[in-house]
């Protein structure tokens, strides 16, 4: 009964990860890589933004606090694609591609 629900967080782990890669011919870019091979494979991006770092929180009882780090997206359109790269300290950590 138990086993249920861990299968379930593993499927579900399996798709959040398989969807931070990205195949760009016969190469891959995967979530962990950095800017400059995204740069390398996909060419010069159509825009970028920047996001700041946001605040701390506090828990109800004044615990830790949360800092988000700054963030930045970079945006790149080839061949019927249209694609966001989420990059924290110079390196990937979201990978979103979309048809158009």
Sequence with gaps: MRRYPILALLVLSLAAHASS??????HVLVAGDSIERAV???GKPSSHTSHRAGGGRRGR???LSVVT???EQWHF???GHYTV???VDGR???IDDRRH
């Design 69 to 71: 780090p700054a963030s």
């Design 21 to 26: 890669t990205l195949r760009v011919g016969s």
């Design 92 to 94: 990937i950590v979201d």
């Design 85 to 87: 790269l989420t990059v």
């Design 40 to 42: 390398e494979l996909l």
């Design 77 to 79: 359109r080839r061949a």
């Design 61 to 63: 009882r004044g615990g």
